[in-house]
């Protein structure tokens, strides 16, 4: 038996499996990216929003047999579910929680073993693994793979879910809505654009024309931005301040690792402080010329 | 005992229009099919179809002459709506007036509820 390759379980995820022959055409007309492009060698990163832009859920979606499975927040699981159905109606599209038969998995990039993921090294590249589907993260390549494998699978032993945490608030990779507010944040703001979440010549979604305007108008004002802080960081939502004005706010964080919600010009300029700690702007490279 | 209104009301410039497009298709036996699907700007988008069939689940009214079928799901999406025809200098198209719908996009075809 081969060796166990170390792997992050992912708790906080579940996944939903989309299957009937209407399943394509009807996510096509609902989600940010382009379903069709979604195969057995592709992964993607996509997101539902309200009519009015603003982020709902964000999920990436793979094709396994002949069902699309969506890796999704956990603790929101039912939500998205029930936002699906509402918008089924009469299309033949089966929603199944599948997350007893499967489990999520991280390989983050520093872990890489070339002799099973060297060739998936774009992002979105995809491929059958064990019974499972094994995926490099469709919104940054840097940020290793995402597995998506039958509870029964052997293949990897869980390292907790540290090193993926630590890669991912270095990389600024937002993790649902630990991250964006739910119904509040912006498509843009949340980096779908960045983030390969959007197809800007597909036809209508729900939320295209706040999208459409927000990309075209030029300037995102805000953002979901990584940083690091002079210490531990504070709890999600204490005020990012400069000059004594608010801002942004800070998101997720492990140690002193965070994502904040950031205006933009106030990455140029005087001193960030949280909670009386020092902020400073970590700079992926995503995060040039926006 | 006085008949229920219809579902989904037409205007008589909608039903003549409908009635010319009938006849163009060349088949006296067609029903307007008014029925909503998930997707568009707004979350639901509208479709009319000229049809022939007639679903058990359909809710059928004559109007204007014209057969006008809703089936029972996307009713509960149209209920009390008016289909008119409007004819501007940019273009001709059905319209939807839907009390259901809290918002639409730009170019009416589809709504949120």
């Known amino acids: 038996m081969p060796t166990p390759i170390a792997a992050c379980k992912l708790h ?77 109606l009469r299309a033949k599209a089966e929603i199944t929680d599948r997350s007893d038969d499967f489990s999520l998995w991280a390989i983050p990039r520093t872990e890489r073993d070339d002799s099973v993921f060297g060739d998936l090294a774009k992002a979105g590249a995809a491929k059958a693994f064990e019974d499972g589907v094994l995926y490099c993260d469709p919104r940054d390549q840097g940020m290793g793979w995402r597995a998506i494998l039958p509870q029964k699978a052997t293949i990897f032993t869980d390292q907790g879910m540290e090193p993926y945490e630590s890669l991912r608030l270095s990389r600024g990779m937002t993790d649902g809505s630990r991250d964006f507010v739910p119904e509040k944040t912006l498509a843009l703001e949340a980096n779908l654009d960045v983030f390969n979440g959007v197809d800007f010549s597909k036809g209508c979604y729900v939320g295209q024309e706040l999208t459409a305007r927000t990309k075209h108008r030029g300037k995102v004002r805000k953002r979901l931005v990584p940083i690091e802080i002079d210490g531990d960081a504070p709890q999600s939502g204490t005020a990012i301040e400069q000059d004594g004005k608010t801002v942004g706010d800070i998101r997720s964080s492990h140690k002193n690792a965070a994502i904040a919600l950031l205006r933009m010009e106030a990455l140029e300029g005087p001193a960030l402080m949280a909670d009386g700690k020092a902020v400073t702007v970590r700079h992926p490279s995503w995060l040039d010329g926006l | 005992m006085a008949e229920a209104p219809p579902p989904v009301k037409l205007t008589e410039k909608a039903a003549n229009r409908l009635k010319n497009l009938i006849a163009a298709e060349g088949g006296d036996d067609l029903a307007f099919r008014v029925s909503v699907s998930g997707g568009g700007c707004s979350g639901f988008s509208y479709k009319f179809d000229l049809s022939r069939e007639e679903e058990p689940s359909d809710i059928a009214s004559n109007q204007h ?23 501007d200098l940019i273009g001709a198209s059905f319209q939807v007036k839907n009390p259901n719908a809290q918002s639409s996009c730009g170019c009416g075809s589809s709504f949120s509820v």
């Open chain 2, 65 to 87: 002459g014209v057969k006008v079928l809703v089936d029972d799901m996307s009713l509960l999406y149209v209920l009390g709506s008016e289909i008119d025809y409007v004819e």
């Open chain 1, 12 to 88: 906080n995820r579940a996944v939903l499996s989309i299957t009937g022959p209407d399943s394509r055409d009807f996510l096509q007309g609902i989600l940010t990216n382009t379903i069709f492009a979604v195969g057995p060698d592709r992964a993607l990163y996509a997101a539902l929003l309200t009519p009015q832009g603003k982020m709902l859920f964000d999920f990436f979606i793979t094709a396994h047999q002949d069902a699309l499975l969506f890796d999704c927040e956990s603790s929101r699981k039912t939500d998205l579910i029930r936002r699906l159905m509402m918008y089924r």
